[in-house]
């Protein structure tokens, strides 16, 4: 099913009449004059010149990239213009196809084409549930906006100042789709859960808590605002009349713009609230729910994989990495059973910090002693390292919530904002210090950090592929990238292994949890207790995971999916090319072509392998 609006009407309109215009430009160029290149080189060009049109109708995706174009705007969050996004992709294939040969192409040419027909078919197969988001949920655009302005809009000039206020000065426009959008969604019985509700309440409640719309402190968005005009002053870039015009422009736009959507959408939220039901449900309780699921499972894992399968594996893996777990409490000398070691690691006081400034500082402390260590050791290991810088953070005060799992957040290319890996450290009770080496090789090195950031600093691809994801690839080589600190001799005592291997199964846990969920109607209470049964995660912990897969439904499968992938892929290539295996080949094989689809990912090693066999046979 696929919904149109009026105004996309006009728009494809535009879109065709535009595309036909670029074909004609492909043409011509092909024929004034200008030294002749190949096909490779020209699709390269021209997807490039795509992907810049694409970027166009997400000016806050240019300024996650670094960009400054359109930097006083934001997005079109309308539905409308979701489906407009996937007619454009449509327009751009056709041309594609009418203006290349994919047979005439290199294979990374071959591979870059039905990279671009693969991503028109993953927006095609979302339009019929275009509707089916929680869009005042976790990490929505409530707490993403004021996000994106502290962290991500850079501001080095009086132009850049007067920027960020236009940006405040359309949230309400912006914010306010998204509250259209959410409405929509609910009247057709799409509707976050409880605790969905309830952390949106309690994240805008913090967002406007303080200066300039109470008198609570300074709020997170005034502090920014008033520390970015300060450097500019200092700077010598405005003088002291321009610095107070810029404070009361600024102020006005978060009073009169900026407050009154949020009140808007805090209203409903409350309002909302009593139609949620007090039982969270998964996806297959939602209109075309079953298919919803099905969708997904696809979308995240790159694979046809049925719930039911995802379900076994994940208890397999389960069993499997338990088994582990023995010997590892074995090695330490514990005495007692497997959940009697569980409740001994959630309890115990040496496996955390205080929950007292200090104590954060010591684990942010730790977290970059590990990565620093891992640094060192990488060259042994890989032949591409990342040139990007990489910082540990905390997650910012008005987004933080108590056990929320850690995550990554890509710098730019050109190295002018480092990538960031966030923790959440509002409870250090609910964040253990075993697990912490763990965490940095996931989100850090070689993991998220070290694989997103050389995908951007690729060279000779179109600029598409340093950009787009995939979940399960990213993700999968993050986990893939724990398990390789094994490799690499890291994890030195039994606990902090202990901690790799309670990551690991907490990915296999996923697996099991979220088809559960979706799929077998399991409620949050069954989630959990599975959840703290098989594995020492502390119950906050746990309930804000079990949380989350209850929010974004198969995105939890994509880890342990995409890490036996990665593994398979690694053990066949060893077994095909036996002493002529190298494992630092292998991982610059798998980033040194972005990110991608499984099914490419494979096929993509499968060809590395035969091109290896051929060059020893020829030696020989």
């Known amino acids: 099913m696929q919904f149109f609006h009026p105004l996309l009407l006009f728009c494809i309109f535009t879109i065709t009449v535009c595309s036909s215009e670029k074909s004609e430009s492909v043409q011509t160029r092909e024929t004034s004059g200008v030294p002749t290149i190949t096909e490779s080189e020209k699709l390269i060009v021209w997807l490039d010149e795509e992907f810049s049109e694409y970027l166009d109708f997400s000016p806050l995706a240019k300024t996650r990239l670094g960009e400054k174009s359109d930097y006083d705007k934001l997005d079109d969050a309308s539905e409308a213009s979701r489906i407009e996004i996937v007619q454009w992709r449509r327009e751009s294939v056709q041309i594609m196809k009418s203006t290349f040969d994919r047979a005439r192409l290199d294979e990374q040419g071959q591979l870059s084409w039905d990279l671009w027909v693969y991503l028109l078919e993953a927006d095609e197969a979302g339009l019929p549930f275009i509707r089916h988001q929680y869009f005042l949920g976790r990490n929505g655009p409530h707490t993403r906006l004021p996000n994106l302005l502290i962290n991500f809009h850079k501001v080095d000039t009086l132009v850049d100042m007067r920027a960020y206020i236009a940006r405040l000065n359309e949230s309400n426009r912006y914010l306010l789709q998204y509250l259209e959008r959410a409405k929509t969604s609910s009247a057709e019985g799409i509707r976050g859960h409880y605790f969905t509700y309830q952390v949106a309440i309690s994240q805008i409640q913090r967002v406007v808590d303080g200066a300039p719309f109470n008198e609570n402190g300074s709020s997170a968005l005034w502090t920014d605002i008033n520390t970015k005009i300060s450097a500019l002053q200092i700077a010598g870039q405005i003088t002291e009349p321009e610095a107070d015009q810029l404070a009361a422009d600024a102020r006005k736009a978060l009073l009169e713009n900026l407050k009154p959507a949020y009140d808007e959408i805090l209203t409903w939220l409350q309002t909302d609230l009593a139609h949620v039901s007090s039982e969270a449900k998964g996806a297959d309780a939602l209109p075309n729910g079953e298919a919803f699921y099905r969708y997904r499972l696809a979308t995240m894992t790159t694979l046809e994989l049925s ?7 994940g208890l397999a893996e ?218 020492p995660r502390p119950e906050t912990a746990v309930r804000s995971e079990i949380r989350r897969y209850f929010n974004m439904p198969a995105q939890a499968t994509a880890y342990k999916i995409g890490m036996l992938k990665i593994q398979e892929y690694r053990a066949n290539a060893e077994a095909e090319l036996g002493d002529e295996f190298d494992i630092r080949d292998f991982h610059d094989l798998v980033l040194g072509g972005g990110a991608l689809p499984l099914p490419f990912l494979e096929a993509r090693v499968k060809r590395w392998i035969t091109k290896v066999k051929k060059r020893d046979n020829a030696i020989q």
Do not use: C
């Not at 409740?343 to 400034?357: K, L, S, V």
């Not at 990538?419 to 609910?430: E, K, P, R």
């Not at 690499?488 to 291997?501: A, E, I, K, S």
């Open 318 to 535: 389960v069993a499997r990495i338990q088994a582990e777990m023995r010997e590892v409490i074995n090695r330490v000398g514990f005495e007692g059973s497997l959940a009697e070691f569980f409740a001994f690691m959630r309890e115990d006081e040496q496996f955390y910090f205080p929950n007292t400034d200090e104590g954060r500082a010591e684990y942010l402390a730790l977290a970059n002693e590990y990565l620093d260590a891992m640094r060192k050791k990488l060259p042994e290991y890989f032949g591409i390292l990342p040139r990007g810088r990489l910082e540990v953070r905390r997650v910012e005060a008005f987004r933080e919530q108590p056990g929320a799992a850690a995550h990554y957040m890509r710098g730019t290319k050109d190295g002018s904002r480092p990538g960031y890996f966030y923790v959440h450290l509002a409870d250090m009770g609910a964040t253990a210090k075993y697990r912490l080496e763990d965490l940095a090789y996931h989100e850090g090195l070689p993991g998220h950090h070290m694989q997103i950031a050389i995908q951007q600093e690729l060279e000779n691809l179109p600029r598409f592929r340093t950009y787009h994801g995939y979940t399960a690839f990213s993700e999968g080589w993050g986990l893939y990238a724990e398990f390789l600190g094994k490799e690499m001799g890291f994890y030195r005592d039994g606990y902090t292994d202990f901690g790799r291997l309670s990551g690991e199964i907490w990915r296999a846990i996923r697996l099991v949890v979220d088809t559960g969920i979706h799929a077998n109607q399991w409620t949050e209470e069954r989630a959990i207790e599975y959840a703290l049964q098989n594995s």
């Open 307 to 313: 719930a039911e399968e995802i379900h076994q594996t």
